[in-house]
């Protein structure tokens, strides 16, 4: 008696290449994070955090910009609301991103695979998995995780332990990882298609201006993001209106 | 008075769960709206961009080499690079243009 697999099984052939591949994706993201959560790891020692915490925090909470708030808040003795309140605000982007990328899914994906890759949208995963085409193969966001996430975690409690040992040369040259996988992801789309191209620019302009014009660069970065992504994307959709698309047409 | 430490990270780790696992788990069905399909299309690359600029001039320790990196990194991915080679590409002009500009 055989029960008929899952299609995602690892059994499966090509669900294994999909995994291999998310892990070698996985590995610039993964160089990233260590450097980020180095840093990040300064932050958490200064809130009065053991290692244990700062690796026990990163390893649930998964976001750089978050965590850093939370930290500071803690070191503030701010009262629960109002951490929920302030993660709230720096995470809100992975909102609209989380709804993107319910689009990207299989319909049938089955809502043990939503549960387990939703505590891991992050800006790089969901970077990476939106340039796959067709529908996401969870496996390919599993293997990214499976390497990048523990240098996460490891990287903040190293950061408690030992904040102040990596040669800031490293750090500088490591903190670019990040940016270098997202222009993998935006700037092909851009040169296939005029709209992205005049999307990304715009974006570009729009998000140095918010920085410095007064007022605006006051708000809080995380904050920022989100009001950019939803003006800019509102107005591209009202100008540039897409053809419909059904459901096969998933390979765009 | 001083909140405990594991309530903290509790209340940081549900509250970002409960943001990114609604739209996943709620929306299962592909949306049929112009406007909102349309929208959705084009977020992902919007707020990439967003992310990335300026903040890649500001993450280096000087401006120079993160301008640097962002040549780079659009060049390098214009002529179809992968993910990890744009990366290390970005990585390798920063270490070597801080060498002279730091």
């Known amino acids: 008696m055989k029960s008929t697999p899952s299609p995602y ?8 290449a999909w995994l291999k591949k998310g892990v070698k994706d996985g590995i610039p993201i993964g160089l990233g994070y260590f450097a980020v959560s180095f840093s990040l790891g300064i932050i958490a020692k200064q809130a009065g955090l053991t290692p244990f915490q700062g ?3 990163s ?6 910009a978050g965590q850093y708030v939370g930290f500071v808040l803690m070191a503030e003795c701010a009262t629960y609301l109002e951490m929920a309140l302030a993660i709230l605000v720096a995470n809100g982007r992975y909102l609209l991103m989380s709804t993107a990328l319910s689009q990207k899914m299989s319909p049938s994906l089955s809502i043990w695979h939503r549960l387990l890759i939703g505590n891991f949208i992050v800006d790089e995963y969901f970077g990476i998995a939106i340039a796959q085409p067709g529908y996401l193969n969870p496996n390919y966001y599993y293997g990214a995780i499976l390497f990048a996430s523990p240098l996460w975690a490891i990287g903040t409690a190293l950061g408690v332990i030992a904040g102040n040992l990596m040669p800031a040369r490293l750090v500088s ?18 040169r296939k298609e005029r709209t992205i191209l005049i999307l990304v620019i715009v974006s570009f302009f729009l998000s140095w201006a918010a920085g410095v014009v007064p007022f605006l660069r006051d708000i809080a970065e995380g904050t920022r993001t989100i009001i950019l992504t939803v003006l800019i994307s509102a107005a591209a959709a009202v100008l540039f209106p897409r053809k419909i698309y059904h459901e096969e047409e998933s390979e765009a | 008075m001083r909140g405990n430490v594991y309530v903290y990270i509790l209340v940081m780790a549900v509250t970002s769960y409960l943001i ?3 739209p996943l788990t709620l929306i299962r069905k592909h949306i049929r709206n112009r406007f909102l399909q349309s929208f959705l299309y084009y977020v992902p690359y919007v707020t990439l961009a967003v992310m990335t600029f300026p903040a890649i001039v500001h993450a280096t320790q000087s401006p120079v ?36 500009l730091v």
């Open chain 1, 173 to 190: 040259a490591f903190s670019v990882a990040l940016y270098g996988m997202f222009f993998a992801v935006f700037i092909p789309p851009a």
């Open chain 2, 65 to 100: 080499s993160g301008l640097i990196a962002l040549v780079v990194g659009v060049v390098t991915a214009w002529f179809g690079f992968d993910l990890f080679k744009v990366s290390v590409c970005c990585c390798s002009v920063v270490f070597l243009a801080e060498l002279f």
């Open chain 1, 59 to 64: 390893a649930t909470v998964n976001a750089s």
């Open chain 1, 9 to 16: 099984a690892l059994r499966l052939p090509e669900n294994r």
């Open chain 2, 20 to 22: 990114r696992v609604l």
């Open chain 1, 55 to 57: 690796f026990l925090t």
